[in-house]
């Protein structure tokens, strides 16, 4: 019994790409890439990812002068722990009416009852035409955003994030947005020490500030223009110090008004709610990674108190700060496959 249990734990998840004709080689490769990199303090891999069709296994169109040559048909989707769909150029029936094409249809049937379903970018289609995300938050690239939102009603789009965590699924924004979620999923299954190595072994940060908003296309600022850069890293250095507006107008001599103007055009939100969202995850680090109490790491997130960082977190993170150490901490062995 005692081997067995060692040797179910001992498995990798299994992520399963689904691979649709007209899709993109970067997307259909992050997943491969960032799961691919994650190990364990020993070494061993913590995923195991492959790629299969809603055909028998042969060639894919990409949306490039080439195609793939997948080696596994729709069955392999019955293995799946995790299931990612990226984006495909050549949707039809989905894009158009909201409604799964007869191959998906037929290969959805093999994927099992609370496998962790994920999209990148306009694969969100895919996700919301099959059920899966009837009334529930959804994201997508930013301008297919409206059109998605027509075309499923009962999904609840937001188009000023990145990603999207429901829980069993996630969804991600435009092309590289889905490196974001896949490291989001490292970090969810095993930690920010696992998410970071595989962040810096990709040569990409592992958290970006701001949401889509900061992507969407808008005249360019005249090259003369101060940014806001130098007061982000200024504050990122004090985020356990009181931090006022005018602190960090300052640091770009700018007055209060034409800062605030400029950094919300530039991150895509507010400099009091990325300031907050810095101290969040300035926070989180430390509840993984540390034993500091939790009025030692308010202080040194900035909140001051353990009640404003247990509201704070419970606002952004929908738990207290207890919980999320304690989840964390306990998943650092990281996520198994079902038996």
Same mark, same amino acid.
């Given at each position: 019994?005692?081997?067995?249990?060692?040797?179910?734990?001992?498995?990798?998840?299994?992520?399963?790409?689904?691979?649709?004709?007209?899709?993109?080689?970067?997307?259909?490769?992050?997943?491969?890439?960032?799961?691919?990199?994650?190990?364990?303090? !020993?070494?061993?891999?913590?995923?195991?990812?492959?790629? %299969?069709?809603? &055909?028998?296994?042969?060639?894919?169109? +990409?949306?490039?002068?080439?195609?793939?040559?997948?080696?596994?048909?729709?069955?392999? =989707?019955?293995?799946?722990? *995790?299931?990612?769909?990226?984006?495909?150029?050549?949707?039809? %029936?989905? @894009?158009?009416?909201?409604?799964?094409?007869?191959? =998906?249809?037929?290969?959805?049937?093999? $994927?099992?009852?609370?496998?962790?379903?994920?999209?990148?970018?306009?694969?969100? @289609?895919?996700?919301?035409?099959?059920? @899966?995300?009837?009334?529930?938050?959804? +994201?997508?690239?930013?301008?297919?955003?409206?059109?998605?939102?027509?075309?499923? #009603?009962?999904?609840?789009?937001? !188009?000023?994030?990145?990603?999207?965590?429901?829980?069993?699924?996630?969804?991600?924004?435009?092309? !590289?947005?889905?490196?974001?979620?896949?490291?989001?999923? $490292?970090?969810?299954?095993?930690?920010?020490?696992?998410?970071?190595?595989?962040? &810096?072994?990709?040569?990409?940060? #592992?958290? /970006?500030?701001?949401?889509?908003?900061? @992507?969407?296309? &808008?005249?360019?600022?005249?090259?003369?223009?101060? *940014?806001? *850069?130098?007061?982000?890293?200024?504050?990122?250095? &004090?985020?356990?110090?009181?931090?006022?507006?005018?602190?960090?107008?300052?640091?770009?001599?700018?007055?209060?008004?034409?800062?605030?103007? /400029?950094?919300?055009?530039?991150?895509?939100?507010? #400099?009091?709610?990325?300031?907050?969202?810095?101290?969040?995850?300035?926070?989180?680090?430390?509840?993984?990674?540390?034993? =500091?109490?939790?009025?030692?790491?308010?202080?040194?997130?900035?909140?001051?108190?353990?009640?404003?960082?247990?509201?704070?977190?419970?606002?952004? =993170?929908?738990?207290?700060? *207890?919980?999320?150490?304690?989840?964390?901490?306990?998943?650092?062995?990281?996520?198994?496959?079902? #038996?």
């Amino acid at each position: 019994m005692e081997k067995e249990y060692e040797e179910y734990h001992a498995m990798p998840h299994r992520v399963v790409v689904l691979a649709l004709d007209g899709l993109l080689p970067f997307e259909l490769g992050i997943p491969h890439r960032i799961f691919g990199l994650t190990k364990d303090a !020993a070494g061993r891999h913590l995923y195991e990812t492959m790629t %299969c069709s809603v &055909r028998p296994p042969g060639p894919v169109r +990409t949306d490039a002068d080439f195609s793939i040559d997948v080696e596994h048909g729709p069955e392999a =989707l019955a293995t799946a722990d *995790t299931v990612v769909i990226p984006a495909s150029y050549e949707l039809g %029936c989905v @894009y158009e009416e909201g409604v799964l094409t007869e191959d =998906l249809k037929a290969a959805f049937t093999f $994927v099992r009852p609370g496998t962790r379903m994920v999209s990148i970018c306009t694969g969100g @289609y895919v996700l919301a035409a099959a059920g @899966y995300l009837d009334g529930r938050p959804a +994201t997508t690239h930013w301008s297919a955003a409206e059109h998605f939102q027509r075309l499923f #009603p009962s999904v609840k789009v937001d !188009a000023e994030v990145l990603f999207i965590d429901d829980g069993d699924v996630l969804t991600s924004a435009g092309v !590289a947005a889905g490196l974001d979620l896949c490291l989001h999923i $490292v970090r969810r299954d095993h930690g920010s020490g696992v998410a970071n190595d595989v962040a &810096r072994r990709s040569v990409v940060p #592992p958290h /970006r500030d701001g949401g889509q908003a900061q @992507y969407v296309l &808008r005249p360019v600022p005249e090259p003369q223009l101060a *940014t806001t *850069t130098t007061a982000r890293a200024w504050a990122l250095g &004090r985020l356990h110090e009181p931090i006022q507006l005018r602190d960090m107008a300052e640091q770009e001599s700018m007055s209060v008004r034409t800062f605030t103007r /400029r950094f919300r055009e530039e991150a895509g939100i507010s #400099p009091g709610q990325w300031l907050t969202q810095q101290r969040v995850e300035r926070a989180r680090h430390l509840l993984e990674s540390t034993d =500091l109490s939790i009025d030692q790491i308010a202080r040194d997130a900035g909140f001051g108190t353990a009640t404003s960082l247990r509201q704070h977190l419970q606002t952004t =993170l929908g738990v207290p700060p *207890t919980v999320y150490r304690r989840t964390f901490r306990a998943t650092a062995g990281g996520t198994r496959r079902r #038996p």
